[in-house]
């Protein structure tokens, strides 16, 4: 069965230091999407990506933080300049339009960030 | 702004049980809900999509509820068993279908 796979599962990383997690949506999906979660909180939406762009984005989504799909198969999200309240797990999540259950929305594995 | 509550936050039972979950929501205008169950540690693993159109979704031993005017949604699990100690998370689609997450309820069942 298809999934979102996300590398690496774990990445430590010095304050001030940028990152880049990736992500690998399911093929035919078209609708990308990156949420958080710090550890012992609700898992929040950070930004969602449709067709080359943003289509939206939270307010915990500041210019520390740019996604790109940089080939037809990869997604990331780049931290330019981590800070230690930068550390959770990050979760990569991608829905199609072309089935009946079209919003449904798939996660992947998650990425833990500790910033250090 | 939409807030999403789950009530019970933790839930213990002994297995065989019947039980319900229960998320509500702020706002009615909602594109649709998800479950997801997360495992410590773990991603998220959908488990029932409703759409807003309709009043409930069933998958084997889950069956979810969705009252949209009343801004509230149920997950049943029924005969409980002790691989479905998780925690449950409800979800809320809006615009571009970003989810707004619950807390999670965090079921125990023990044997």
Same mark, same amino acid.
């Given at each position: 069965?298809?999934?979102? #796979? *996300?590398?690496?599962?774990?990445?430590?990383?010095?304050?001030? *230091?940028?990152?880049?997690?990736?992500?690998?949506?399911?093929?035919?999906?078209? =609708?990308? =999407?990156? &949420?958080? *979660?710090?550890?012992? *909180?609700?898992?929040?939406?950070?930004?969602?990506? =449709?067709?080359?762009?943003?289509?939206?984005?939270?307010?915990?989504f500041?210019?520390?933080?740019?996604?790109?799909?940089?080939?037809?198969?990869?997604? #990331?999200?780049?931290?330019?300049?981590?800070?230690?309240?930068?550390?959770?797990? &990050?979760?990569?999540?991608?829905?199609?339009? #072309?089935?009946?259950? &079209?919003?449904?929305?798939?996660?992947?594995?998650?990425?833990?960030?500790?910033?250090? | 702004?939409?807030?999403v509550?789950?009530?019970? /936050? /933790?839930? !213990?039972?002994?297995?065989?049980?019947?039980?319900?979950l229960?998320? !509500?929501?702020?706002?009615?205008?909602?594109?649709?809900?998800?479950?997801?169950?997360?495992?410590? %540690?773990?991603?998220?693993?959908?488990?029932?999509l409703?759409?807003?159109?309709?009043r409930?979704?069933?998958? %084997?031993?889950?069956?979810?509820?969705?009252?949209? !005017?009343?801004?509230?949604?149920?997950?049943?699990? /029924?005969?409980?068993?002790? %691989?479905? !100690?998780?925690?449950?998370?409800?979800?809320?689609? %809006?615009?571009?279908?970003?989810?707004?997450?619950?807390?999670?309820?965090?079921? /125990?069942?023990?044997?």
């Amino acid at each position: 069965e298809p999934e979102v #796979t *996300q590398t690496p599962s774990h990445q430590v990383t010095q304050m001030g *230091q940028e990152v880049i997690l990736r992500c690998v949506p399911i093929s035919n999906h078209l =609708y990308f =999407y990156w &949420y958080r *979660q710090i550890l012992g *909180q609700k898992v929040e939406f950070l930004v969602s990506f =449709y067709n080359n762009e943003i289509s939206e984005k939270s307010e915990i989504f500041d210019d520390q933080f740019s996604v790109e799909r940089p080939d037809g198969s990869n997604f #990331t999200l780049k931290i330019r300049s981590t800070k230690l309240e930068d550390s959770a797990m &990050y979760f990569c999540a991608s829905r199609s339009q #072309t089935t009946l259950s &079209y919003n449904e929305q798939f996660f992947g594995p998650g990425t833990r960030l500790t910033v250090l | 702004k939409q807030e999403v509550t789950q009530i019970p /936050a /933790a839930l !213990s039972v002994p297995e065989g049980e019947n039980l319900v979950l229960n998320c !509500s929501f702020t706002d009615s205008a909602i594109y649709n809900l998800q479950w997801f169950r997360q495992d410590p %540690g773990k991603g998220l693993t959908s488990l029932l999509l409703i759409q807003s159109s309709q009043r409930e979704q069933t998958s %084997g031993r889950l069956n979810a509820s969705l009252d949209k !005017s009343s801004g509230r949604s149920t997950l049943y699990i /029924a005969a409980s068993q002790p %691989g479905d !100690s998780a925690t449950y998370l409800c979800a809320v689609g %809006g615009g571009y279908n970003k989810l707004i997450f619950g807390a999670g309820t965090r079921l /125990a069942v023990h044997p």
